[in-house]
């Protein structure tokens, strides 16, 4: 069963909006989790991380929150950009050992 | 929901030997499977396409050769990583997709490969 779910296949926004990406999981040792962004034909690159010990974690336009209690963690991106229109992974490890990803989340940034 | 696995999860081997990490999706048929190699900053980056059946498509600058991989069926991709070096060291990462890259793509939990 999937460990990590992205419930939510595709997300519209208007440029210059929040965008709001949630992702759940089930696994309460996972203590690591990441974000990546991905066009197609290319690999998801690195975006944004955040550990357990934290609840926060921002870089520039992107912001990861973790709600351990809830087991989610959701990417806020403000103000949403057409540049940033991909398709968007979370995924979770248990310190780095594997990384179980989510199914991702296709984010279109109207103009 | 579409689950993806590797095996081994984690290989120690030493330089010059060869290793096979195999991919199932087990409970899809998987037409296309994608190979990544992990590197630091947690970019994945693509190494080859394979759809089932037929030869894997390799991005620039990935040696064929060195990383053999074979689709022979719907549910199993593997890659071989042959004659091993310690710069192959790295985390691949295998997922898997319907007919299209488009499709959504199920990823495996990944293999941590140590060359000694």
């Known amino acids: 069963d999937q460990q990590v779910k992205q419930n939510s296949p595709s997300l519209s926004v208007q440029e210059g909006r929040i965008s709001i990406l949630n992702c759940d999981y089930t696994n309460s040792m996972f203590d690591y989790f990441l974000w990546y962004k991905k066009y197609p034909a290319e690999g998801p690159t690195f975006l944004i991380s955040?550990?357990?010990?934290?609840d926060k974690n921002e870089d520039g336009r992107f912001t990861v929150f973790l709600n351990k209690s809830a087991k989610h963690l959701s990417l806020h991106i403000v103000p949403s950009q057409p540049g940033d229109s991909a398709v968007y992974f979370c995924a979770a490890s248990v310190s780095g050992n594997q990384f179980y990803f989510g199914t991702g989340t296709s984010l279109t940034v109207i103009p | 929901g579409a689950v993806v696995s590797q095996h081994p999860s984690w290989v120690i081997c030493k330089s010059g030997t060869s290793v096979k990490i195999e991919c199932r999706s087990l409970?899809?048929?998987?037409?296309?499977m994608f190979w990544y190699r992990q590197f630091p900053k947690q970019s994945l980056m693509l190494m080859a396409t394979?759809?089932?059946?037929?030869?894997?498509?390799?991005e620039q600058g990935v040696e064929k050769d060195k990383f053999l991989i074979n689709h022979a069926s719907l549910t199993l991709s593997t890659l071989t990583v042959t004659s091993a070096h310690p710069e192959d060291s790295s985390f691949y990462i295998c997922?898997?997709?319907?007919?299209?890259?488009?499709?959504?793509?199920?990823f495996g939990p990944g293999t941590r490969l140590t060359v000694l």
């Open positions: 409970d899809f048929q998987a037409t296309t």
């Open positions: 955040i550990s357990s010990i934290k």
């Open positions: 394979s759809n089932e059946g037929s030869k894997a498509t390799y």
């Open positions: 997922s898997a997709s319907g007919t299209s890259y488009t499709d959504t793509q199920y």
